[in-house]
């Protein structure tokens, strides 16, 4: 940590020496030390070969994770929690989930398994359960039926559950005009024991396939504590899905495949071929004017995480000018906030329109930036210890709490007696209205701002070097949006769009200067 205070800058203030110290001591109560070690050698390795990295979730908010290199998020400047991430309270291990580009994943997993050893490493399996096509081949197979005609009939429903089956042959044009349909639905019927079954199949476990992320990363007992098989790629694989091994305490580290982590790589290496310019992405500046002027004039096709029609409406509403702006905005468009309208306040105090309204002014801090509006979990956990004088570890228990309504009366009894000692009985309940009304439904603000980075990168990329990141965004497929569209956006950004051409085309979207 001594060590990633000067690799980031960090001045050994007290306020950060003080932080720092509470985090570390908490680390070693709770004899998490390795861990966090381990992660860090795993983001190391992975950003030696040249792969993207990037940690979300609640790791954000830690000091540590940040020194570590495992995060870039700095917890200090955007008032990011520990205690949301790492708890004294909480005896298990904390999550720190790793994003890598999705097109070189398997790559980390054969450097993951190569730098600690087959026996050391595996990754984690979950339970694959029937769904329509995979149901239709096992019964039409159970049944006897001619293999090409039991292909033929799965590959003609679209990817969705297997109870969905009858809905499909009745409502789909392109079944219910074939004779595949059954006799409730007006076709010949003679399928209809084969739909019947696959309809009871739903849900129902197949077979164990490889989890899309998780990774267990132990000492040489690995083998005695668990079973491992290969599965279809080769890769060692726990017979334990995601919950055992957390309850089995081993150490489980995600490895997400990202398509936007891909894309940005892909334009990085554009920039750098077509212009021989190489752009530090993680190290530029994150108050550029004309990045944001692109934000807020809702062109934001391609750009992580706002690209949306509704995310589109909301950043023309906020007008995000900040780095900060854009983690708001990502915790504001989420079915919680959305669902409990938490975005109209805001957008009304944020334009001006009304003044912010604070339950009292002693919580006016911590609100100040949301215009008053509770938008963060880690604003409840202010708020809760403001209240009652209790430490954000308890704060943060009682946050967990309030998203379960059968707790909501254990925790009242608790926090009003405790909050009535320093607060009028008015003040009480207003504030209690308004962690019932939001506290459940609010985003974690160091996930918010793990996402708000990628966000911003995608932001400057499309910004400044237009062209070479939508090739990315054409060759990985990161978005929504079907390609035409995408095509569309590059012509009206002035980025014409060039035929296939035999001599100078590849198997990627790529970036061509043309001459006047």
């Not at 070189?104 to 993951?112: C, G, I, K, P, W």
């Not at 009028?424 to 609010?442: D, H, N, R």
Request: with cysteine; charged share 25%; net charge negative.
């Amino acid at each position: 940590c001594e060590a990633g205070l000067g690799r980031r800058g960090m001045a050994l203030t007290e306020r950060v020496r003080v932080r720092l110290e509470e985090e570390l001591e908490v680390i070693d109560a709770l004899g998490y030390p390795s861990y966090f070690l381990t992660v860090a050698d795993v983001v190391d390795l992975i950003k030696s070969l040249r792969v993207r990295a990037a940690a979300r979730g609640s790791g954000a908010g830690s000091l540590v994770t940040y020194l570590l290199g495992i995060s870039d998020v700095d917890p200090i400047r955007y008032g990011l929690l520990m205690e949301r991430f790492l708890s004294p309270l909480r005896h298990q291990l904390p999550d720190v989930d790793i994003d890598v580009e999705s097109a070189r994943r398997m790559e980390v997993y054969d450097a993951v398994i190569d730098r600690f050893g087959a026996h050391r490493v595996s990754c984690i399996s979950m339970m694959d359960t029937y769904r329509v096509r995979h149901a239709i081949r096992d019964v039409g197979a159970a049944l006897g039926l001619p293999p090409a005609e039991v292909d033929a009939v799965a590959k003609a429903f679209p990817h969705i559950r297997a109870n969905q089956v009858h809905a499909a042959l009745k409502d789909l044009p392109e079944l219910r005009a074939s004779r595949l349909g059954s006799r409730r639905g007006g076709g010949t019927g003679d399928l209809d024991l084969l739909f019947d079954l696959v309809a009871r199949l739903d849900g129902l476990p197949r077979h164990i396939a490889l989890h899309p992320c998780g990774v267990l990363i132990s000492d040489a007992t690995l083998l005695d504590r668990t079973p491992v098989e290969n599965s279809y790629l080769g890769y060692p694989m726990s017979q334990f899905d995601k919950d055992d091994v957390e309850e089995l305490g081993l150490l489980k580290l995600d490895l997400l495949g990202i398509r936007m982590q891909s894309a940005i790589a892909h334009a990085l290496d554009e920039v750098a071929r077509v212009d021989g310019e190489t752009v530090d992405i993680d190290a530029v500046p994150r108050d550029d004017p004309t990045t944001f002027e692109l934000i807020r004039s809702t062109r934001t096709l391609g750009m992580f995480q706002i690209e949306s029609p509704g995310q589109r409406e909301l950043v023309g509403k906020f007008g995000p000018e900040t780095f900060e702006d854009i983690v708001i905005d990502i915790s504001l468009f989420r079915p919680g906030p959305v669902k409990s309208d938490m975005v109209t306040p805001f957008l009304l105090a944020r334009n001006g329109w009304r003044e912010p309204v604070y339950p009292h002014p002693d919580l006016a801090p911590f609100l100040e930036q949301t215009a008053g509006v509770v938008v963060f979990h880690e604003q409840v956990l202010q708020i809760v210890a403001r209240m009652t004088g209790c430490d954000l570890a308890q704060a943060d228990e009682a946050r967990r709490a309030l998203g379960d309504r059968e707790l909501h009366a254990e925790v009242r009894a608790w926090f009003v007696p405790e909050a009535l000692q320093r607060y009028a009985v008015e003040v009480v309940e207003k504030v209690w209205e308004v962690l019932v009304a939001f506290g459940s439904f609010g985003f974690c603000k160091a996930h918010a701002a793990a996402f708000a980075l990628p966000t911003y990168q995608s932001a400057w990329l499309k910004t400044h070097h237009t062209a070479a990141f939508l090739a990315g965004v054409l060759t990985h497929d990161p978005g929504m949006y079907p390609k035409r569209l995408i095509l569309d956006d590059a012509r009206n950004f002035g980025v014409r769009v060039l035929g296939l051409d035999v001599n100078a085309s590849t198997g990627t979207y790529r970036v061509e200067r043309l001459g006047l």
